[in-house]
């Protein structure tokens, strides 16, 4: 393929690639073009390096050697679909559900998180034979038609309220319904639960049981999210009360992200086994894989006729991927890696809060951290257009950000899981100097 200039690429993409994906590219006014990637770095055309802080797709580093390989040892030996019978797609299922809870055991291999969420909707109105569904505020679940009645009012295409979708309000212990500046986390868990227990109850009265609650287990998009310990387990017993499914949606959090855990719902123990368990993003390192797990009594509920099929999904090629993926994350020690370096990273957050009031809240596990932003740290006034500031002074800087919530004033760090400490000191000290210039405005 000939090589392009930057400005051919540009006019080429706003030709021919629709308007709604360039607009969601990464610094639209001077556009980032990478020419390659490795490990945690990304390079443009003239062989600038720049420090990728938001990858979470990328999840053992950009080009793996072993995620190479292992595409290029498959793909000249066999790439079908899976009416036929084949190594791959057992073998890595048994390996996949070897990190569920027992019962969890029927895997469905797909393309996106958006169609593993999807699948999972299906299956839960077809086992409940209900239509209605649950989700958090400022949940983020996928693209398809079904997914996007499922987001806030004002970021979905309908304007207008769904009456099938109940939002319940986010456990957003900073600047949520219920805050920790005045409760205990205990306290916030049953406040929180509460909430879910009045949706829940509501909508049986109205007569609109619901089929599932649909549950980011750390809510990305909304915030980075980590709910107080105690909220998932009570949040799980009061759906299987009400006769749903609990699907918990780990996306962007599973595959040891989080460090403690290979699945962000397993952060209150063996309180919480979902009914599904939905994945995606990091899980064929840039290569299209996603799934999910299930029982088998719920996973047989399609199973009539044609009622459903993949083409794709579970193809012996994503197969290798996904298990050279798994390699990777073991034999590197990626997750006792994100837990020490997590540790690491929002103890100099914490140091570096003291000095830049900017700082409001630090929260996250893992490899997966927010860092909320504001004007003032005793009302809490989301700091939104400072962080736009931010995001793209650090682009200058070399460093890959971008912010999320509700206010969108929420840097987020998903880098991928090879990072390091040397990086670690090098975003602390370019965020005090960028925190300065952005605070001292607000005096002179």
């Not at 019962?103 to 469905?108: H, P």
């Not at 949040?235 to 699907?247: E, H, Q, R, S």
């Amino acid at each position: 393929m000939e090589s392009l200039s930057k400005e051919e690429c540009r006019q080429l993409r706003e030709k021919h690639v629709g308007e709604s994906l360039n607009c969601h590219m990464w610094y639209r006014h001077d556009p980032l073009r990478i020419v390659r990637a490795s490990g945690q770095y990304m390079f443009d055309e003239n062989g600038t390096r720049y420090l990728d802080c938001i990858n979470n797709v990328s999840h053992v580093g950009h080009c793996h050697p072993g995620v190479v390989q292992a595409g290029i040892k498959q793909m000249p030996v066999l790439n079908t679909n899976h009416r036929f019978l084949y190594d791959e797609l057992p073998t890595y299922a048994k390996r996949l559900v070897a990190t569920m809870p027992e019962k969890l055991t029927a895997c469905f291999l797909v393309n996106s998180g958006s169609e593993a969420n999807d699948l999972a909707i299906r299956l839960a109105r077809k086992v409940t034979k209900r239509f209605d569904l649950a989700v958090l505020n400022n949940a983020y679940h996928g693209q398809t038609f079904v997914l996007n009645e499922l987001r806030p009012k004002d970021r979905r295409d309908n304007k207008e309220d769904i009456p099938h979708v109940h939002m319940i309000p986010s456990p957003d212990v900073y600047r949520g319904k219920y805050r920790n500046c005045d409760y205990t986390e205990e306290e916030l868990a049953e406040k929180y639960a509460g909430e879910v227990e009045e949706t829940f109850k509501r909508a049986h009265e109205q007569g609109r049981d619901i089929a599932g609650f649909l549950i980011e287990s750390i809510q990305c998009v909304g915030g980075q999210l980590v709910p107080p310990k105690g909220f998932l387990t009570k949040a799980y017993n009061i759906t299987k009360k009400y006769g749903a499914l609990f699907i918990a949606d780990e996306v962007q959090s599973g595959f040891g992200r989080i460090g403690e855990h290979w699945w962000a719902f397993q952060i209150d123990g063996e309180g919480v086994t979902p009914d599904i368990v939905t994945m995606g993003k990091p899980m064929g390192n840039g290569h299209p894989v996603a799934g999910l797990v299930t029982t088998q009594e719920i996973g047989g509920a399609l199973s009539e006729g044609r009622a459903y099929f993949t083409t794709f999904g579970g193809n012996p090629v994503s197969c290798a991927i996904g298990l050279a993926v798994m390699d990777a994350i073991e034999k590197e020690k990626l997750m006792e890696h994100a837990t020490t370096l997590g540790a690491y990273f929002k103890g100099r957050l914490q140091d570096l809060q003291k000095k830049q009031p900017i700082i409001g809240d630090i929260r996250g596990m893992g490899l997966m951290v927010g860092v909320d932003l504001v004007k003032d740290q005793t009302t809490r006034e989301p700091a939104t257009e400072e962080a736009k500031q931010i995001v793209n002074r650090l682009y200058e800087e070399k460093i890959i950000f971008s912010r999320d919530g509700e206010h969108e004033n929420v840097l987020k760090f998903k880098p991928p899981m090879c990072i390091t400490q040397e990086d670690i000191d090098y975003i602390i000290n370019k965020f005090d100097m960028i925190f300065s210039e952005i605070t001292s405005s607000w005096t002179n």
